[in-house]
């Protein structure tokens, strides 16, 4: 696809559009225009307006089937990549095909790979749990890296936690052929993020992620129960978390949830984050986060290519 560098931004619903998208392309990587759960084929036509070059556009399953021209506008707009997740019916793979798109899902288990493979996927992104945002909460990242490039050929890109020099080099070391950004993205001046927002996603740390359906059930959006969300935790998550039903019966706390939302008040309203969140410290421009990681990863990789002992294995 003509990348100068191993990166691939995940295509995050309100925050990667047009401009996080021409950004990434420009700074060597493949930026992905998002559709979320509030995705439309009219709101991604206004995104793509921004973009320049090479681009991908990421669905969610569910809500294309709900809107089928969000589907016909994605194909039409030609990109080089298009991700759809968050299903199992596999049918639209040949129509991209039939369009010269190459196809990606995220995939959260060795069976779920093997499906994809077969149903003539390009390429996989193993979402491992640590990641933000919608996604099986299953496998840590590099336990399923490990179990999916052992069962399959094409390529893999790497999802869930990595948002430094380090992780980027752990994952490519153990054979991943890029990575899926997200969190480390999400406070970009390019991204949909709000002022607040970037500011939450800032003041986080490491450990005050979790994974949560009570945004969407506060919501009324129908997502799968498996895929939970990981946001940042708030107090809207403290009072609700295990009670689903009730929240889902309480007009009063979905429309404190809405007003929230409208307010860009982050006490209530969620905020999408990975537990790679602790490594943002401030607002910074994608081509100085992307520059940064790959100039750390290429040092470490390199350094320890220089600096490994030779290892002898025995076998029994």
């Not at 990242?141 to 948002?163: C, H, M």
């Not at 506060?218 to 708030?234: A, M």
């Not at 609700?240 to 008040?265: F, R």
């Amino acid at each position: 696809m003509g990348l100068a560098v191993p990166i691939v931004n995940a295509p995050m619903g309100g925050v990667a559009g047009g401009r996080l998208a021409a950004a990434v392309t420009a700074a060597g990587g493949l930026g992905m225009v998002g559709m979320g759960s509030a995705g439309s084929a009219s709101s991604l036509r206004a995104e793509l307006q921004h973009v320049r070059g090479r681009f991908g556009i990421g669905l969610v399953d569910w809500v294309m089937r709900q809107e089928p021209e969000l589907f016909d506008a994605a194909l039409a707009a030609r990109p080089v990549l298009l991700s759809v997740s968050f299903g199992t019916d596999l049918s639209w793979v040949t129509p991209a095909h039939d369009a010269e798109i190459a196809t990606a899902t995220q995939v959260y288990d060795v069976d779920q790979a093997r499906r994809a493979q077969d149903a003539g996927i390009d390429v996989l992104i193993a979402r491992g749990a640590e990641g933000g945002g919608h996604g099986e909460a299953k496998i840590a990242l590099l336990p399923l890296l490990d179990a999916v490039l052992d069962a399959v050929s094409v390529p893999v890109l790497a999802a869930g936690g990595i948002a430094s020099p380090r992780s980027l080099a752990a994952v490519l070391a153990a054979g991943a052929s890029g990575v899926w950004l997200g969190t480390c993205l999400s406070a970009c001046p390019e991204a949909l993020t709000s002022d607040a927002g970037r500011q939450a996603l800032i003041a986080a740390r490491e450990t005050d992620t979790t994974a949560t359906r009570v945004f969407d059930v506060g919501r009324g959006r129908p997502w799968p129960q498996r895929f939970p969300s990981r946001v940042l935790r708030n107090d809207f998550v403290a009072r609700w978390d295990g009670h689903e039903d009730a929240l889902a019966d309480d007009p009063g706390a979905q429309a404190e949830l809405a007003a929230a939302i409208e307010a860009e008040d982050y006490r209530v309203a969620p905020v999408d984050a990975g537990e790679g969140v602790g490594k943002i410290t401030g607002v910074e421009p994608v081509a100085d986060v992307i520059e940064r990681l790959c100039a750390g990863a290429e040092s470490l990789l390199t350094r320890w290519g220089d600096q490994s002992p030779a290892v002898t294995t025995t076998q029994h």
